[in-house]
């Protein structure tokens, strides 16, 4: 018994760890190992499942077009075009060398061939004749006074009265009359008088009135028939 020698038995515990490094690194490795699976499943566990269509986006919606305010349309005129001329084209922009200044067709009283336009002149309106015309005149002149008459004719187409206005810068009216026919109204003012017709007179017949001043001028300041001046003074 003496003689047989005994198998040394592994030592345990940290000493064994210790004598025996592989062990720590199979240890290491395996821990790495789990790790790398870990932070796999995490990273499938985010990324998006095959086949997945990424959510879409909110498309931003069109901003509306202002329309445009369409103006109405207003009718142009549309000149008619210039009648063609002789040795003038209708496609040409100017005159012919021809129509220069000094030349018979630059003259605008000169017609195309030389020969002078007539021009009109403005037309007037002829004056309108009076119904009843009155004529001033001395009958008769005496010491302190005179007669005088203001003749009258109807040129309308129909009978008509009068009224016939004298005024003198002084004197005094004795009276008034007309001779055939019926009298009239006499009206006296501080400048003279106003004799209104008692009668009509025909067309193209005639009436005098005759009148007697003292002290007055032979002739009036004023002589009107229905406001229309006499002739004579």
């Known amino acids: ?60 919606t069109a901003l509306p077009v202002p329309t445009a305010v369409v103006a109405p349309s ?45 021009t009109r002149s403005p037309s007037r309106a002829a004056p309108v004749q009076p119904a009843m015309t009155g004529r001033y005149r001395v009958v008769q002149s005496f010491d302190g006074g005179f007669i005088g008459e203001v003749a009258m004719v109807n040129t309308s187409v129909r009978s008509r009265g009068w009224t016939v206005r004298l005024e003198f810068s002084g004197g005094r009216l004795v009276t008034a009359w007309v001779e ?15 004799y209104v017709s008692g009668v009509e007179v025909s067309p193209g017949g005639s009436v005098s009135l005759r009148f007697h001043m003292e002290r007055a001028p032979s002739t009036p300041r004023e002589c009107t028939v229905d406001g229309v001046r006499c002739n004579g003074l």
């Open 74 to 118: 207003v009718p142009t005129s549309v000149p008619s075009p210039a009648p063609v001329l002789p040795g003038i084209s209708g496609r040409a922009s100017g005159l012919p060398p021809s129509a220069t200044a000094g030349s018979p067709s630059a003259d605008p009283t000169v017609g195309p061939i030389g020969k002078p336009t007539a």
């Open 180 to 194: 055939g026919v019926p009298q009239g109204t006499v009206r006296q003012s501080d400048d003279g008088f106003t």
């Open 1 to 60: 018994m003496s003689g047989m020698r005994r198998v040394p038995r592994p030592p345990h515990g940290p000493v064994a760890i210790a004598t025996s490094p592989w062990i720590v690194v199979g240890a290491g490795v395996v821990v790495m190992v789990v790790l790398l699976i870990v932070a796999l499943g995490a990273y499938r566990g985010r990324s998006p499942a095959p086949g997945a269509q990424p959510p879409a986006l909110p498309v931003p």
